[in-house]
């Protein structure tokens, strides 16, 4: 069975520009989150979906950050425009619907991402 | 969610069981516990999880105190594919967040 997959793995980019992350998750998963994840630190959660709803995004910087799940599959972070303190690795995972607790969760290599 | 405790970093030879310590002082009846891992330059990944009773699975094992306010992940034999940072985390039921601190990095001397 295919793993989380996610693309590109690295990418470097000016400040200012813009940047897009693109997830697929597992097949059959229903919610999909997108985690930050600075040198030394543990995952930060920005957003998680229910399908192609945004059921948590609290943490997601809305200013510059935005997200997409279309048809509750495949699914799209981006960065308009990418700041110094941006750089960091950005991780997506999946999971069946919670219930009850929270579920395994199954993550991508994750795209480090440079801004100069 | 409550916190949790972990020291910064492990050594452990190969071959050699490793013990690995979490402590939950503020754990409520309903949070249970999880470990994941996380390889270098890789995503974390899930190891096992428990609520009340010790737990086996073919990765480690897992003991949690009676009073549930520590838990040991054990693994029985490491080996050098072990050298990981691994995360102990408490979610409550019904909360379907994860929330990673800084775990605990282990290391495994040949």
């Known amino acids: 069975e295919a793993g989380v997959v996610q693309s590109p793995r690295y990418k470097i980019i000016e400040k200012k520009q813009p940047v897009a992350f693109w997830c697929n998750p597992i097949?059959?998963?229903?919610?999909l989150y997108w985690y930050l994840q600075n040198l030394g630190q543990g995952p930060e959660l920005l957003i998680r979906y229910e399908n192609e709803e945004a059921v948590d995004d609290s943490q997601l910087p809305k200013d510059r950050f935005s997200a997409e799940r279309l048809k509750g599959v495949d699914s799209t972070l981006k960065i308009q425009p990418a700041e110094l303190g941006d750089s960091a690795v950005y991780l997506c995972a999946s999971s069946t619907t919670p219930s009850g607790r929270a579920s395994e969760q199954f993550f991508g290599p994750g795209t480090r991402l440079t801004v100069l | 969610d409550a916190k949790t405790t972990q020291p910064n970093s492990m050594e452990s030879n190969e071959e050699e069981p490793v013990h690995l310590p979490c402590n939950h002082s503020t754990i409520s009846g309903t949070d249970y516990i999880h470990w994941y891992r996380q390889l270098p330059s890789q995503g974390p990944e899930y190891v096992i999880h428990g609520l009340t009773s010790n737990v086996n699975n073919r990765m480690a094992s897992l003991a949690i105190a009676e009073d549930r306010k520590s838990s040991t992940l054990i693994l029985h034999r490491a080996t050098l594919r072990d050298a990981a940072v691994y995360y102990c985390i408490l979610s409550g039921a019904g909360s379907y967040q994860l929330t990673f601190g800084k775990g605990t990095k282990l290391s495994v001397i040949p």
């Open positions: 097949s059959g998963h229903n919610t």
